[in-house]
């Protein structure tokens, strides 16, 4: 029977290039893990959207209408709401079944957006982080850390941008430093890359994070 599976996240601002970087160690991965015994699964979900109802959860909190703004605590709340279904529907069920899970965001996202970027209440957002995990941390996230103008002008180039996107610069410079307090604050789990590199050299940075925490991570 397999031993339970394992919580990569992977944190950073708009346009540091997680989306990219999830896909090719999630390539990268699975061919470490084609002959081991026993077989390691690896998936790739995110937050919000790693459920049918984050999905539209997701599209809630993402897209621009056009209509009365979305109030910081009911953003706080709904992205509470799409990560208690993500842990127990998705995130428990893969770690269970010995899966190693790729998450693209996770409760860092929420301290570092909401909590410094928004200016809510840090302990608040604690609590519903506690609240929706169930006690459910990563057991290791890569931050991707960039520089907030190159992010946002890689987004730009990407076409229309979200409504997280569309903040003014104060908001992803906060959003930012949040990331930053949060390495200092936990440097055993959270782990920085330097997003300004090259992909390919970002990639190598990743696979060499993760070579130095396999055992740790992966062990039987």
């Known amino acids: 029977m397999n031993s339970p599976g394992k ?3 992977f944190e950073g601002v708009e346009g540091s290039g997680k989306t990219t970087q999830i896909q090719a160690t999630q390539s ?3 061919e470490l893990f084609s002959s081991a015994i026993p077989k390691r699964d690896v998936i790739v979900t995110r937050e919000p959207g790693g459920t049918q109802l984050g999905a539209e959860l997701r599209s809630l909190l993402l ?3 056009g209509e009365a703004p979305i109030l910081s605590t009911t953003e706080l709340l709904l992205y509470a709401a799409d990560r208690a279904q993500h842990v127990e529907e998705t995130l428990k069920v893969a770690i269970a079944s010995g899966t190693i899970i790729l998450c693209d965001r996770y409760t860092d996202s929420t301290i570092a957006y909401q ?6 209440d840090l302990n608040l957002i604690h609590q519903l982080n506690a609240i929706a995990t169930a006690g459910l941390e990563s057991d290791l996230t890569i931050w991707l850390d960039l520089d907030v103008e190159v992010g946002l002008s890689r987004t730009k ?3 229309s941008n979200d409504r ?3 903040e003014a610069i104060a908001f992803h410079r906060r959003v930012q430093q949040g990331y930053l307090e949060l390495a200092r604050q936990d440097p055993h789990r959270i782990v920085r890359v330097d ?6 050299e970002v990639r190598q940075q990743i ?5 130095q925490n396999l055992a740790e991570i992966l062990q039987q």
């Not at 696979?207 to 070579?211: A, G, H, K």
Request: proline residues 0%; glycine residues 16%; positive net charge.
């Open 7 to 9: 919580l990569i996240v």
């Open 28 to 30: 990268w991965l699975q």
């Open 63 to 65: 897209e621009s209408r």
């Open 115 to 120: 909590g410094y970027g928004r200016g809510l």
């Open 157 to 159: 180039g990407r076409g």
């Open 164 to 166: 997280i996107e569309q």
């Open 195 to 200: 997003a300004s590199l090259s992909e390919s």
């Open 207 to 211: 696979q060499t994070i993760l070579r």
